[in-house]
Structure formats: C-alpha cells, structure tokens
C-alpha cells in the first residue's frame, strides 16, 4: 500500500472486504454435526423450518447454504455460545443448513418471538451458494400476526407479490414452510442495510 | 449453456479461456446497476463465471433498517472452538506435505476498530490442489494428513492467526483450461449480522488472478487488492514457516460506506 493511501486511510473509513462464492466444497470447513439443530428434535416447543432454495429456471440449487439468526421463543436474543457444538437445553440461535441434492434445507428449532409488541416475528436469515458471488440477506416472517406484519416498515414497503416472498406457511403443526428462489418468478426480496 | 467438460478432456464448442478473458475485459470496472449494491462487492451477475447465470437475483437489493436481531451476532465462545483448530497441520497423525505457512491478521470495522471475539472458519485445498470433498474429481493427490479446515476466535486486538499449508491451485470446469488461483477461503462473523462475509484469501503474485472470473467479479480495483494478502518476512519464522499477512475490514453498513459524510437518504 502507498503512503498516501495509508494517510488517507487516518481519516476515511477502510474499504471492506469483499466477497467472494462459497464455491462448491464448503462443507469442508462450514458444515458441522449439529449445525441445523438449534435444538434437539422432540424438545418441547421445537419446530420444522424447511424450504427449497431455487434457480432462475425454478430448479433446486443442491449446493447453497443457509444460515439463520433469531431471537428465542420470549423475544430475547440469545447471547449463550454453544453453537458450533450445542449444549442441551441451551439455546444460541443461530444454524446453518447445506441444501441436499434437492434443494432442501431444513431446520429443528424455536419458534423466534417479537424483540417488541406489535413487532412481527422473523428469522434473520443468510443465502450463499456455489454461483452466487456474494452473501444474499432476507428475511422469513412467520405468517401469524396478520397486524404486525401489517405494521412492519420493512413489509410495508412492497407490492403484494414481493411482500409474499418474505413470508413463510405452515403446512402443519409444528412446521413452517419457505423458499428461496434465487432469480425469475416470485424473486425473493433480498435486502440492504441503511 | 455450458456442458460439463469431459473428464481430462475438451469438448468442442466449450468456451475458450481467451473467451472468457474478452468477456473479463468487457466487464472490466463496470459497477453494478443496482444502487443498493456497495461497489467494493463482488456481482452476482456476473456471466464469465458461468454458474452465476440462473442463480443471480435480477431485482435490485431493497433498502431497509435493520431490527435488533440485525444488529446483533451469535455469541462463540471457547466451547466452540478449541485453541489447537487454528493449525491445520496437527489435525491428523502425521505432518500435511506442502508449504508450511502462517497466515495472521486482524479482523477490524470500517473505523479501523477491531472486532473481538468473533469467529472465524478457512477451508482449503492441500498443496496438491485437492479439496477433501467426495465431488472435488481433480486427479489430484489427497493427502491423508491434511484435512484443510480450521477455525478460530478472534482475540482482544481483533487478531487471527492460522498454521497451515499453502494450498495449491486447481482446475475447474467454467470454460476450457479454466483454473482457480491458489486461495484460501475464509468464513468471518461480525459483532452485527449483517457484517457476515465469506470470502477467498489470495497470494501474491499469483499469474492466474487476472484469468480468474470469480476474483475478476469484483469490480473496483483496490477491492480486488484488498483480498491478496502481502508476504510478511517478519512473520516468516526461521527453518519453520513463511509469513503471509492479511486483515479483513467488516462494515456495519454495506450502503453508506463509501458517503460517510452524507445523511442516511
């Protein structure tokens, strides 16, 4: 680095990092046992989260990783470590899940809680796949509180057909639904931070 | 669209990489059209890197303010990772053959300020070229002392440092004759979400850089300078190892860095 770089840089915000693809053999350091375990199956309170992540030609992508960030089931965020090897009863919020060779992620977790009343209840969540270049962020509200979702600024901001895509189902008891689709028809709304 | 090449072999009609280089040169500096997308970022759409094309969003990011979920990150402590997963040459029995290398850096905010406590994970081919992945076909040797992952936590100056082997570079199937420069990649937490970066650590002077279209995906230059660590010969210890260097910058705000002196809009 030049000189006049570095005293420019006294002054100025560093430039981040930039990113690069997780390319195709992140299971080698990424994936770990547990990993899409939150909690155990069977504990009181867990749910499925599962979905496909999709392509622009609607087929499933066999090689993405999702990652999911959450608040526990009062609202809280968890601040316990314990996530790369959990400890039972404890819960640290965060999982990671690689699609399998049908685009399928599927998580065993909490239902996430409002950190707020009136606030709806969503999972932060990060998209990475071989061919994608960069992390994609979005979000999965749960579909319950029609009023809160009504109320939220982000929710708010889009059309009908964009809002839909940030919304998850609930094909059953104990069970919420949602894909990613990546590119074309019912694009997910992937996000920017002010 | 691209076939999958032959395994050893060419298929005709397969993209050249004097091809992808023209398309490289075309797309050279071109910022992306999306607003929202912080120009020191790697494109998604980026068509030289072929398995891009369907898997790129073609709507703009959607602006919005973070929750507090947002602003937060998971808490890693010592019970997810142990001090010894930093050296990627004792995961095994014996000792991984290759280029014994420290790579060490501090992981800081855009302000400069390091960021403490945080994770972070590197995978790895051997010095071969190899990945230890049932679907990595090059007929290259693995190495049954080298598993080439670790992970660590960063310390109170925001510090990393791994012991490892300088991995070595491999061939893809993008195009004809496609290989990747020799890279690390590295997985890195910040103390808000949405700094979450994966990204691939490069070695200088590397001549297959230039031909790269997933390190060409970056546009802005000094971006793409900033993911090529600088060889350290203080770091570099006597008859052991060689010394590489690198920092990694996080930003809070992938929108505003770049107009810090302007109002959010």
Known sequence: MSESLKEQRVNQPLLPTADQTVGPFFRVGLVYPGDRELVAPGTPGAIVLDGRVLDGESEPVPDAMIEIW???ETGAIPRESGTRRRR??????????????????????????PVRAGAPAFFAVHVFARGLLAVLQTRIYLPDDEAALTADPLLASLPADRRATLVATRPGPGHVRHDIRLQGDGETVFLAFR | MLAPCAEGGQREGMTTQAEISAEIAQLHGKPSTDPNWAPHRALTDYAPYRSSILRHPTKDLHLTDPETIELTSPAFGRRDVGEAESDLTTMSTGEPLGERMVVEGRLLDGEGRPVRGQLIEVWQANSAGRYRHKRDRHPAPLDPHFTGAGRTLTDDDGRYRFLTI???????????NAW????????????????????????????????????????DERARDGLIADYDHDLTSPEWALGYRWDIILTGSRKTWTEPEESDE
């Not at chain 1, 919020?93 to 809680?113: K, S």
């Open chain 2, 180 to 219: 990747r420069p020799a890279h690390i990649h590295f997985s890195v937490f910040g103390d808000a979400f949405t700094q979450r970066l994966v990204t691939q650590m490069y070695f200088p002077g590397d001549p297959l850089m230039p031909l790269d279209p997933i390190y060409q995906a970056i546009p």
């Open chain 1, 88 to 113: 039972p009863g404890s819960f640290s919020g965060f999982g990671r899940c690689e699609t399998d060779p049908e685009g399928w992620y599927a998580f065993t977790t909490l239902e996430p809680a």
């Open chain 1, 70 to 72: 959450q608040t526990d």
């Open chain 2, 166 to 176: 300088k991995p070595g570079p491999y061939p893809w199937r993008n195009h004809v």
